[in-house]
């Protein structure tokens, strides 16, 4: 224990909780723990952010979310309310810096990382404490039911070790089995809802032969025959493994080939393709019966659109590093045969320009057509080399290095066509945001980029009928509409409002010393009926103003009452609502300002003398 508690007076630990001790009121010597805990966990959250990881909901991503939410949990507890951890990011940079240079280069990412991380767990916090205090006074005795410990992880974003914390310092316990339960019955929800899923242990197999299986040849084949190794039967679908395949297995981020295998009283469609425990298994659905030997072949047309998709987003990884920074990284991938999807970590929106650098640089290494080249490296070699590895991928000790030229080189067991040139073109069609830090690109290649392009400029040629103007124009034509628009919007509305308030004041009745105003106006929409209302509530003092308008298809009523009215408990609100009725319809608003609406303009007329009626009687009351 002595040695653990001495580790945090040292040099590696000292700088951070300096810094830590500047911001707040507390002092180290006298609380040590929330120093100790939150120095810990801003060095793991700088160093894990920095090697290509993000807070999320799943996986590592979630063990990182806990830590970071835990050291914001105890900044609280010495008096730091505001996000305060990547503050402290410069501190661990300046022990560890010189030995890990990657915390420099991707300090401002790390920082924004942590910061948008902070500031939404702060307004989870605020909103969680709140029904945690809900939770404590609706107790029967000093325990968290775990119902209650599971919303506050399911809603308010509470992992369990952070709801037994706070629970701790007021000395209550938490059921711990009930929250596990909830949270099991979770999972199995979720995994009955989602994409096929196997496992091995839930596959009874028929063994034909024994010896190594699932060799791979789809790097170089597209066909092949194969030896039927084991079998089995599983919701109606039939599961092969062979002892080699051109069948690629669904695995970084590139979608599974599909295809058929063939014999003697078999046809079989494969539908996708797994890797279970190393071994590649081929899912299918048709006629099946036990034949040592059968020919596979994989969808060709649609296995070269994946390869050109995957090939492409090697090249737009690392231009978006060029362009953008060293910082990105890629936080997730689809190689699709119809599109590629890209996931990377990038505080800010991507402008249009940032995009179209992206893609003319791609494009210029497609037009260069140069070849790739394939090799099998030592891992520690490769990465020396300048190999770019994913965060969360495992890495055997020899790994297959995929090398664009000199432009990009990355650790793939992925497809890829021979030479740059074989994908085409390259086209971004999609720019959006996935999750604080995170970004997402969509993009088409080869003959999908191509028909995207002929789309684009077919709606451009259409447009440009439309508008009357040539493409560099047409944007200066539609500014220049819809500034049009807004004026003659504008005019309208003014037009629509041009009801004198005076006017209607001096021809108002006079009921029990109050004003009553009762009047059926031109067409008027309901944000000139509104202007109307604002300016009739500051000029009349003692009284009731209803006025009803057609619309284009349904009639509108608006009703202002004056405060005097509303202190002896008649609201316009409540007016609003029996007009409405009147109307075929209903209404609503404030005490002093409220509108109705109905169904018919031709029950304006009737709903205009039974509100007539029923205010002056209304008014006529003592």
Not at 11 to 25: A, G, M, R, V, W
Not at 477 to 485: P, T
Request: aromatic residues 6%; hydrophobic residues 35%; glycine residues 8%.
């Amino acid at each position: 224990m002595q040695n653990k508690t001495s580790n945090y007076d040292t040099d590696l630990f000292i700088p951070i909780i300096d810094k830590i001790e500047s911001i707040t009121p507390d002092n180290y010597k006298t609380n040590p723990i929330p120093f100790r805990v939150i120095a810990d966990h801003i060095r793991m959250l700088s160093f894990s952010i920095a090697d290509g990881a993000l807070p999320s909901n799943e996986g590592r991503g979630y063990v990182l979310r806990r830590i970071l939410r835990r050291g914001s949990r105890f900044g609280r507890t010495i008096g730091l309310e505001e996000p305060f951890l990547f503050g402290l990011v410069d501190s661990v940079i300046k022990i560890m810096g010189d030995v890990y240079p990657e915390l420099v280069d991707r300090s401002p990412h790390i920082k924004k990382v942590i910061k948008a991380e902070e500031e939404s767990f702060n307004k989870t916090l605020d909103r969680g404490l709140s029904h945690f205090e809900k939770i404590i006074l609706g107790m029967d005795d000093n325990l968290i039911k775990g119902a209650d410990a599971f919303k506050l992880y399911d809603t308010y974003g509470f992992p369990l070790d952070l709801t037994q914390l706070i629970a701790r310092e007021k000395n209550i316990s938490v059921d711990e089995k009930g929250f596990n339960k909830l949270m099991e019955k979770q999972k199995q929800m979720a995994k009955a809802s989602s994409h096929f899923q196997i496992n091995d242990d839930e596959i009874d197999w028929v063994i034909r032969s024994e010896g190594e299986d699932s060799k791979f040849l789809g790097y170089s084949l597209t066909k092949c025959k194969s030896k039927l190794m084991r079998y089995a039967f599983k919701n109606d679908q039939v599961l092969l493994v062979l002892d080699q395949t051109p069948f690629y297995a669904e695995s970084g981020g590139q979608i599974a080939d599909i295809g058929s295998i063939s014999g003697d009283g078999i046809a079989l469609e494969v539908l996708d393709v797994k890797k279970i425990n190393e071994a590649i298994v081929h899912i299918c659905k048709g006629s099946f019966e036990v034949e040592d030997e059968v020919l596979c072949k994989i969808n060709e047309k649609r296995r070269e659109a994946i390869r050109k998709n995957h090939t492409a987003t090697h090249l737009m990884h690392r231009a978006l590093k060029d362009i953008l920074g060293e910082h990105v990284n890629q936080a997730g991938s689809l190689v699709h045969p119809d599109y590629l999807r890209f996931d990377l970590t990038h505080p800010d929106k991507i402008s249009k320009d940032q995009v179209l650098k992206v893609e003319n640089e791609v494009n210029k290494h497609i037009l260069l057509n140069k070849k790739l080249e394939v090799s099998i490296q030592n891992f520690d070699e490769a990465k020396k080399s300048g190999a770019e590895a994913l965060f969360g991928e495992k890495y055997g000790d020899n790994v297959r290095v995929v090398s664009a030229g000199e432009y990009s080189v990355e650790l793939c067991g992925g497809t890829h066509v021979d030479r740059m040139g074989d994908i085409g073109s390259f086209k971004i069609v999609e720019e959006s945001s996935l999750s604080s830090g995170v970004r997402r690109i969509v993009a088409l290649t080869g003959e999908a980029s191509l028909k995207e392009m002929q789309k684009n400029d077919s709606i451009l040629v259409a447009l440009q009928k439309v508008l009357n103007a040539p493409p560099d124009l047409m944007e200066d034509r539609i500014l220049g509409l819809l500034k049009e628009k807004k004026y003659l919007e504008k005019k309208i509305k003014s037009e629509d409002a041009d009801v004198n308030i005076n006017d209607l004041l001096s021809a108002a009745e006079n009921i029990n010393d109050r004003v009553f105003i009762l009047k059926k106006i031109k067409n008027t929409n309901k944000d000139a009926l509104k202007g109307i209302g604002d300016k009739m509530v500051d000029k009349m003092e003692n009284g009731i103003c209803v006025l009803f308008s057609e619309g284009e298809e349904k009639p509108s009523a608006l009703i202002v009452v004056s405060k005097s009215l509303n202190n002896s408990g008649i609201l316009a609100g409540k007016l609003a609502k029996s007009i409405g009725e009147f109307m075929g319809g209903g209404g609503g608003g404030k005490p002093h300002l409220a509108t109705a609406g109905g169904r018919d303009n031709n029950v304006i007329d009737k709903a205009l003398e039974k509100s007539r009626d029923f205010i002056t009687k209304l008014l006529s009351e003592d």
